[in-house]
């Protein structure tokens, strides 16, 4: 069981929304799509559901062309932010629902639903109106609605958007769960890159409609191919400065140096851009040889265990993660540090020529 995209594209009056797009998702894999809002999640999702046709290439499930084929003719469930339930039917018909429109047999129904509703744990919950369930149990019914059609693939859209955090972290970890036990090809659009990483699976990099790269999530996290893939996968975005090789050493923007060791080695002489996520700047000196960098502090925000650091550096605005609570005066000086084998090098066009040491150790 195999969804593929052949060169498929969006168009909406005379805007592309998707630019032509190859993907092929495997039966029983988890895939996420992540991206900031208007990167084309949702409208990747459509093409793929047969809610819109593209104006390009070909959809194509278990070697048949669908490109063409009703989203009621194919097996296909789908699960958006604002879920839904009937608040008027119990949990046991809402989940019966799609079932009876398809004129299953009873005896079938009521085995699907109990099957269904005990992988959600939703058993007790059976003969309760929607609007008597918690936020994450409504969720959970909506899911088992999508699920209990057997539809070999189910897109998820943001469906956790709007739960609170308590709810969204039991779902992020009940979701893996679901999709392992379904068998299906699960598709997962979100915003966060912690979402994604929680997930695991396959995941495709979105930045205005194009698929930037897609594969194995910790391989697209650690060895994004370009600086803007590196940028969606990491919140806040990743921080970039300039630097250039000379000979044996990188040269960083305010004088400070490091050996440009393994594969930096053999780069040759010229302009680079350095990157470096958040969550890797320092003002503490852990490493020895980190590199020392005079910034000016914009702003704090304490997100009550970390704290975030908006930095200006040379014109450079900068975001760090400082583990535990700083309490920091904006516009003050900031001497921060940054460990070379935290650093990505790409090249002028964007293209990572270089992993960070620390990834390719992980």
């Known amino acids: 069981m195999t969804l593929e995209l052949r060169n498929v594209s969006k168009v909406v009056e005379g805007q592309t929304h998707i630019h032509p797009t190859n993907l092929t998702l495997e039966k029983g894999t988890m895939n996420v799509l992540l ?37 009621q003719d194919r097996k296909v469930a789908m699960v958006y932010q604002q879920f839904i339930n009937y608040p008027s039917m119990s949990v046991y018909d809402n989940i019966a629902s799609p079932m009876k429109l398809l004129g299953i047999d009873k005896a079938e129904i009521d085995r699907r639903v109990r099957e269904t509703a005990e992988m959600m744990k939703l058993t007790p919950m059976l003969d309760r109106k929607p609007l008597e369930l918690s936020g994450g149990q409504q969720q959970r019914c909506a899911l088992a609605r999508a699920l209990v059609k057997n539809a070999g693939l189910v897109l998820l859209d943001e469906p956790l ?57 910790p391989t697209v996290y650690r060895q994004p191919v ?11 975005p990743m921080n970039f400065l300039p630097v250039s ?20 080695a053999d780069l040759p002489d010229g302009r680079y851009t350095a990157g470096f996520r958040p969550n890797h700047v320092e003002i503490d000196r852990h490493a020895a040889d980190a590199m020392a960098f005079d910034a000016t502090l914009v702003v704090t925000e304490l997100t009550g265990s970390e704290t975030f650091v908006h930095l200006d550096h040379a014109g450079e605005r900068w975001v760090g993660l400082i583990h ?16 070379p084998r935290h650093v990505y090098i790409f090249d002028r066009d964007g293209a990572l020529v270089a992993p960070a040491a620390y990834a390719l150790a992980a």
């Open 161 to 217: 958007a709007n739960l609170d955090y308590k709810l969204r972290e039991e779902m992020r970890v009940e979701i893996p769960r679901i999709f392992e036990e379904s068998g299906s090809i699960f598709v997962y659009a979100t915003t966060e890159p912690e979402e994604a990483l929680l997930l695991g699976g396959n995941t495709a990099t979105l930045w205005e409609g194009r698929v930037t790269q897609f594969g194995p999530t």
């Open 324 to 339: 535990g609570i700083r309490h920091l005066t904006p516009g003050d000086a900031l001497r921060v540090y940054l460990d």
């Open 245 to 264: 090789k000379t000979g044996v050493k990188l040269m960083y923007g305010d004088g400070q140096s490091a050996p440009a060791a393994g594969k930096l």
């Open 35 to 71: 991206g900031p809002t208007l990167a084309g999640k949702t409208s990747l999702m459509r093409l793929m559901a047969g809610l819109d046709a593209p104006a390009t290439g070909k959809i194509v499930w278990n070697g048949e062309d669908v490109t063409g084929v009703r989203v």
């Open 226 to 236: 370009d600086a803007t893939t590196a940028r969606v996968f990491s919140d806040p």
